[in-house]
């Protein structure tokens, strides 16, 4: 749960801060996702989207996700939300 966490809160920066998506407090992550919508190409949003839907999992259903789903994400960050992304 901690490395969806990670992710998923290094997500959030990145949206914020780079391409200057605006989240309102108190948005649900399908909210969040809701946001994206408009400003990531196809694979960045897929790949925000798998993201929510593990860390919905393991943080409310208390379903953690297998280790190749979280070697998958944490794979796929970089190339979606690291560097110039």
């Known amino acids: ?3 969806l966490s990670l ?3 290094g997500a959030l ?3 914020l801060h ?3 998506i605006e989240f309102r407090r108190g948005d649900t992550e399908d909210d969040c996702l809701e946001r994206t919508r408009k400003r990531l190409e196809s694979a960045g949003r897929s790949y925000f989207a798998q993201l929510l839907d593990a860390w919905k999992l393991a943080a409310y259903a208390h379903q953690p ?4 789903v979280v070697g998958r994400l944490c ?3 970089a190339a979606h939300f ?3 992304a």
């Not at 996700?65 to 190749?68: M, Y």
């Open 1 to 3: 749960v901690g490395a």
């Open 7 to 9: 992710l998923y809160r």
């Open 13 to 15: 920066s990145v949206l």
């Open 18 to 20: 780079r391409r200057h």
């Open 65 to 68: 996700p297998q280790a190749e």
């Open 75 to 77: 794979d796929g960050w």
């Open 82 to 84: 690291g560097g110039g």
